[in-house]
């Protein structure tokens, strides 16, 4: 059984910063791609970032590209996603997510595994 739990969301003013926090499983987390997703009321998931099992990273230009920084801690079978400068308009649940592929599609029913995601709210 795969468990995604993320961590770290919360409320932050309009400039600020935080660090959301996703474990998993080893077997997980030593073989798929992992990546973070957002969904804000009223929208779809939409991609965020994505990492490799190699450590090879993407971002999607809108969602945070330049101010959002994802990582893994293989020794904690944790993936990090860094947010600097958050605005509004990030405000979404944010979600953990872990696919078999290297080449994973940005399109959110692709994915295998999913956490029950972390809500941000970032104020004006």
């Known amino acids: 059984q795969v468990h995604l739990v993320e961590s770290g969301g919360g409320l932050v003013q309009a400039g600020g910063s935080l660090r959301l926090s996703c474990a998993a499983s080893e077997q997980i987390f030593r073989t798929y791609s992992m990546g973070w997703f957002r969904q804000a009321p009223g929208n779809d998931r939409e991609f965020v970032a994505g990492s490799t099992s190699f450590g090879e990273n993407a971002y999607d230009a809108d969602s945070g590209k330049g101010r959002f920084t994802i990582s893994r801690d293989n020794a904690k079978n944790t993936l990090y996603l860094q947010m600097n400068s958050l605005k509004p308009e990030d405000t979404a649940v944010y979600y953990c997510?872990?696919?078999?592929?290297?080449?994973?599609?940005?399109?959110?029913?692709?994915?295998?595994?999913w956490g029950q995601g972390t809500q941000v709210t970032v104020s004006s």
């Open positions: 997510a872990a696919t078999q592929s290297t080449y994973y599609s940005r399109t959110w029913p692709d994915w295998d595994y």
